[in-house]
Structure formats: C-alpha cells, structure tokens
C-alpha cells in the first residue's frame, strides 16, 4: 500500500457541538473478513520493507500464511458451511448489497490477489536478498555431485523408509489427504503399451509427505560462508521416479490441501467437554477441503484431477510459484544462526521487589505491580506462581489456563503444589488449534491431584486471572491475585505485547475469587458482586456501553470527554454505534486496534471524531487497555476481552481497573502516549476501508522501540520508573 502525505491522514476535528439531524450514511460497518485480508496485508508490508532485517520479514511472510490458513480453515470453511447449510437465506443481501455469495466471490478475488502478492514478495524481494546474504534455496538440478551425494544419503537412510507411494486406480483409492499435509501429485503413464500398440491412458501417484521430517535440509557449507538449504519435496520429487517403477512421469508438482477445522460440538449430557472435544479434534483433520494449493509446474490434468476430487470450486483453487507451505519459512528462520540478519536480542527488564519487601507477597501488601510484558520479563508472572507452589504459607491456588507451553514453569509449579496444597485449575480445551495439547495438560493436571474445570458449558473460558490464598506471618489470611490481557504462555510473551496487574486490594481479589465460583459452579449471583471487574457475559457489554455514554454525556455538557482504547479487534456493532453516537456527541476518540475493525471512521455526521490507527511491528500488539477521561476523574481498564460480539456474549471475559494513580499515570503517559505518536509502524483506517501510511519526519518514532529503549534502562528496586515519550501528550494529535 502506498504512503500518503501526513495531510492526507489527518482530518480537522469537528467542535464539540453535537451534530443534529446529520444524515446516516448508507454504510455504517466494514465487513469483518475483507477487515481482516487487510490486517494480513499490514503484516505483509513488513516482509516487504527492506528497513527490516532479512530473516525477521521471511519470517512477517511466513506468518502470513500461517494467518491465511487459519482463516481459510474457520472463517472461509464457516462461511461455505453457511451458503450449503442455510440454502433459503444465501441471496439475504448485507448491508453494501452484496448477497453472501457475492461477498465470497469479492473475498475470493481478494485472495488470489493477496497470493500473488505472496508470490511476488518472496520471489522477487526476498529470494533475491537472501542470494545476496549468502542463503541459497537451492533446486535439485542445481546441486553438485557431492551435495547430491549427501542428500541422496540422507532420503535414503531417513526419508525413503517413511513413503508411501499410491498409484489411484478401482483397487487404489485417493488417500486420505490429511489437513495441511504437503504431497506430490504425479501423472503417469504406464510404459507398457495396450492391445494394438497404443499408448495406455493416464493415471495420478500421490506421496504424502512425512510430517516427521524437516522441512529444509541443510546442505554441506560451501567455501565463502555460503548456507544452502533444499526443501523436502525437491529431494523427494527427484527420486519419485523410483518410486513408480513401470510408468513414466509426464508432469508433477507439490500440493496442499486446507480443510475446514471448525468443531462443531454436540450438546450431548452423556458425553464430557473433553471427549466431545477429543472426537471433534479426530474429524478436524478429515474435514471438507477448503482451499487447493498446487505448484504451478503441475500440468492442467492434474490439477483438474485433484480439484475434482476435493469437489472445489475453481477459485478454491490457488497455483503457486513459491514453496506450497509458505508457513514452513519458519524454519529457515530458526536454522540460520546469523544474529546480523534478525532483530537484536532482547530481554524484559527483571522484577524487583519494592524497598524493604523480601519477597513478591511482601511487596503486594505495599502497593500494586503492574508489568508490561515483554518490555518487562513475564518470568516475573512465572515466579509469583511458582513461588506460590512452594510457599507453605500459601493454602490454596486457583489459575485459568487457556493457552501454554511444553515447558511451562507455571504448568509445573501447579502440578507440585498440588502434591500439598489445593490447586484448582479451569482449562479451556476449546482454545483454537490448541485443543490436543490442552486436552494433555488436563490429564496431566489431574493426574497429579489438581481439580481441573472446564468452565460454563457453552462459554470459552478467556480470562486470565490467578489467585492465591495465603496465612502471611502476621496470621492474617489474604488473598493475591494476577490479572492479565495475554495468555499463562512464557513463549508467547516473549513477543506478544501484554499487561499484567498483580495486586492483593481486598475489593479486586474478592471479585476474582467470585469469578472462580462462576467458572467452577455456574454460581449465579447479583452483577455488582463482580464489582469493580467488568465480568463477560454478565456485565462487560452493559459496562461498555455505559463508559461510552458516560463520556458522550459530559461532551454534551461542555466538558472535556474523550476515550482512548487498544485493542485487537473492534466488530459489536452494538459497540460501534454507541462510538458513533459519542463521536456526534463530541467525544474525542482514539481508538488503537492491531486488526479487524469494522467501525468507519471519519465520515462527517457519524464518526467525524473517531481515528483508528494499527501499529504491526516487531513484536505482536496484543494489549487491550481502554481509558475514559470521565470529565478529570479519569477510569483505565484493561483485561482479556476485545469489542466483538464472542467476547462480551459467548466468552468468559475479565477487564479489570487499573486504580493506582502511579500505575493508571503509566498507561496514560508512558503506553498510550507512545502508541499515539508511532509514526513508522502506523496505519491510519480511512473511511474507504484503505489503510495509509504518514510521511515520516527524520528517523520518526516507534513505539515498540521506544519502549525497550525504556526497559533497557536502570531503574531504582524503590520506585517504579515513570517516563514518557518526548512531548508527549496525550491530547488529540494535529489531523
């Protein structure tokens, strides 16, 4: 996407005279899924832009597709269900008049688009760059004796024992080609000739190829500090040959094939959470076909076969002149040791207890944390856990689980401390994609004698809160509690961008232990004993929509309003329309959103006081932090939920205040502020759907640098650092 000019993004704010009578355009949202394809195309740039260092935009083009196939598997496979399943309301236009068919049909176009955009990246951008750094992707006729020599040895000692070659005919059926599995289509003909001396007709060979195996095989090093590298289905296809022994191959070429990986759960009382989710994760893999990937060196015949086969439409079909499985990049990012062509290392700063305070608790009972995860270490979250599971003053702990690791400190620390301690963990087993392995940790969790819960049945359990029961030294019994926007996920938070609220204030972790209650026992009870957490789907909605009337209401008096608001995703229209009814009002509204949005920003009469902007960078903006000026009594929240529909209704949601005038100084003056002056990393949503770039001024500022600029900085163990950006405000920017 083209820069504009800073004049071109910015626009004059309107006074703060409520707009009367203004006409309602016909357009008032932006549909959800084309939102998306234009976030992707966001992270896309930054595989594009050559002011990122080489492996790290291999790696922003192969996050691309791994975004792609994830879209393709849930949003793409629901919309098809939809159109099959929902025959007599496929032609019920949406709001631009465009029938779901029509819409597929737009959304289709968009993503071949955005294929060859793909294409294009990698083979003329980033191929070419990598030859000049010395990484060589090379092909099989491309390779010296001894290097075939060498993978030769290998795909005979570790590939070849692992194949296994079909021939499709009446006693051959097509395999079953599992979800993203990455095969080789073949067309033979046999070599022996029929009756008559006429040649036999064509048949199609498949070899699936191992999942076991890497990807990239690195090759022997040349003189020169040269890395090569040849994909999997280059040395396989070389000696596919062999493998069909009788026939000659007239044409071949690398496929994929995406299913739809929706779970679609039976409300059955005789079965548990974990065994409908179990029975769903075995169908997922064998789900319908969504999307054909196939390189374009395959012939038209096989691709005619294979599209039959999977009964695709022909735009589900994608021809490609990269690696199948871009996703699989990945790797070539981790096998490369070369410091000088990824970002530079970076480590959170440490927790440090406050003055005195031997330890964490110590601290707590002084004053509340608040961590900015990765810009300060998430090992700190890690420790209060697991310095929970050895504490013999702590009694009791209750922790959501939602996504993490193999290696988990916390994972671990919750199975020991239930060797002498009662620990009760609730595990959302439908997180996506992460099912199978959250299936494992419950077993294992029970195992060791943790009571584990799976939540309010027909809810996801989203929230991330842990709480602690402790008799301190003095006798007294408190409790401690974390609260967090991102996942129990040391990996993750290693580059997701996050909050975390550690606090031991009698009014927050009595609410948390009242959310426990709700997630292990269903435990209905009055909305304002979840006060002051704002609780989906109970009051969060509600609360939402308050706070934004709150503010249109002292606009409409004459005073100072204004909202600021980071999320990942805005899409409630409920939401949306009181936004723009606090915009008309003259509310002053920033709204920080990394993805889908589907709020129109910047049409007079409706939304003329509402700017969006999306910051993608090096680390993944996944904050959700929402600050209402509430006339100089000013109120921040933040918390798991972003403002879509499935997390104010269908989710367990925690937001939470941050009330600490220190700490609600920091999110204002140091987080916000930062975000609010990026101009390196920003896009601005235009009211066509289009996102700009503002010309930069010099270097220009990025937030996410600044911020470990920031961490990489000493600081005091008696006082939390306070900084701001440079001239910072946090007032309305010059449009």
């Not at 409706?606 to 999306?614: A, H």
């Amino acid at each position: 996407m083209s820069r504009k000019s800073a004049a071109s993004t910015p626009r004059k704010r309107s006074s703060k005279t409520p707009r009367r009578n203004a006409p309602t355009p016909p357009k008032r949202y932006f549909n959800r899924d084309e939102s998306w394809l234009r976030f992707n195309e966001r992270v896309l740039e930054e595989a594009a832009d050559a002011h990122n260092p080489l492996l790290e935009r291999v790696k922003f083009l192969a996050i691309t597709a791994s975004n792609l196939d994830e879209f393709l598997e849930i949003r793409i496979a629901g919309e098809l269900q939809r159109l099959e399943d929902e025959d007599g309301l496929a032609q019920r236009p949406d709001e631009d008049g465009l029938t779901p068919e029509q819409r597929m049909r737009r959304i289709s176009a968009r993503l071949h688009t955005f294929a060859a955009a793909q294409d294009a990246c990698w083979n003329d951008q980033l191929l070419p760059a990598l030859r000049s750094a010395k990484i060589h992707l090379r092909r099989w006729k491309q390779l010296s004796e001894p290097e075939r020599l060498f993978a030769a040895r290998f795909y005979h000692d570790q590939v070849d024992p692992l194949l296994t070659p079909v021939t499709i005919d009446p006693s051959h059926p097509f395999p079953r080609v599992l979800n993203k599995a990455l095969c080789l289509a073949l067309l033979l003909r046999h070599k022996r000739k029929i009756a008559g001396g006429a040649r036999s007709s064509t048949a199609l060979g498949v070899i699936t190829v191992p999942r076991s195996l890497p990807r990239l095989i690195a090759l022997p090093q040349r003189p020169g500090g040269h890395r090569d590298f040849l994909f999997l289905d280059e040395l396989i296809e070389a000696h596919a040959d062999r493998m069909f022994r009788g026939y000659e191959v007239l044409s071949r070429g690398a496929f994929r094939v995406t299913r739809n990986s929706n779970l679609y759960m039976q409300e059955e009382e005789s079965r548990s959470v974990l065994e409908s989710v179990r029975s769903e994760l075995h169908n997922r893999r064998k789900g319908d076909a969504v999307r054909l990937q196939i390189d374009t060196s395959a012939s038209d015949e096989i691709v005619e076969r294979l599209r039959t086969n999977f009964e695709l439409e022909p735009w589900q079909v994608f021809r490609t002149s990269t690696p199948v499985n871009l996703s699989r990049l990945m790797n070539l990012y981790s096998e490369v040791k070369a410091p000088e062509l990824k970002f530079p290392e970076f480590t959170g700063r440490e927790y440090k207890p406050l003055g005195k305070a031997k330890d964490i608790f110590e601290d707590l009972r002084q004053r509340d944390i608040l961590m900015h995860h990765p810009y300060e270490n998430f090992a700190a979250i890690e420790n209060f856990i697991a310095a929970a599971a050895s504490d013999p003053l702590v009694i009791s702990m209750k922790q959501t689980l939602y996504r993490t690791s193999a290696d988990s400190t916390i994972f671990r620390a919750l199975t020991e401390a239930a060797q002498s301690k009662d620990v009760t963990v609730v595990v959302e087993l439908m997180a996506r994609f992460d099912e199978a392995s959250n299936i494992r940790w419950a077993r294992e969790l029970e195992d060791a004698g943790v009571q584990v819960y799976h939540g309010v049945f027909g809810l996801k359990t989203h929230c991330k809160l842990a709480l602690l029961v402790r008799q301190d030294p003095d006798g007294v019994i408190r409790r401690y509690a974390h609260l967090g926007t991102g996942n129990y996920n040391p990996e993750t938070n290693r580059f997701y961008t996050d909050l975390s609220l550690l606090t031991s204030r009698p009014e927050i972790t009595e609410a948390v232990q009242r959310v426990f209650r709700y997630l292990t026992a269903d435990w209905e009870t009055d909305a304002d004993a979840y006060k002051p957490l704002l609780v989906a789907p109970i009051t969060l909605a509600k609360d939402t929509l308050r706070l934004i009337e709150r503010e249109a209401a002292h606009a409409r008096a004459g005073k100072p309003a204004r909202i600021v608001a980071k999320m990942n995703a805005l899409l409630d229209q409920a939401t949306i329309e009181a936004l723009y009814s606090a915009s008309n009002a003259g509310v002053q509204i920033e709204l920080i959103i990394r993805g889908m949005c589907g709020l129109r920003p910047g049409v007079p009469g409706m939304s003329e006081n509402i700017r969006v902007r999306s910051i993608v960078g090096r680390f993944l903006e996944h904050t959700r932090v929402f600050c209402f000026a509430n006339d100089g009594a000013e109120e921040i929240y933040a918390g798991s939920a972003d403002w879509m529909s499935r997390n104010l209704f269908e989710r367990c949601e925690v937001v939470f205040p941050v009330d600490d005038p220190l700490l609600s100084q920091r999110i204002r003056e140091e987080i916000l502020t930062a975000y609010l002056r990026d101009d390196r990393k920003v896009r601005f949503l235009q009211s066509d759907g289009e996102y700009t770039r503002p010309a930069i001024e010099g270097r220009g500022f990025s937030a996410q640098e600044w911020l470990m600029d920031q961490a990489r900085k000493p600081t005091s163990a008696t006082a939390p650092k306070q900084t701001k950006p440079r001239n910072a405000k946090l007032t309305p920017s010059k449009r």
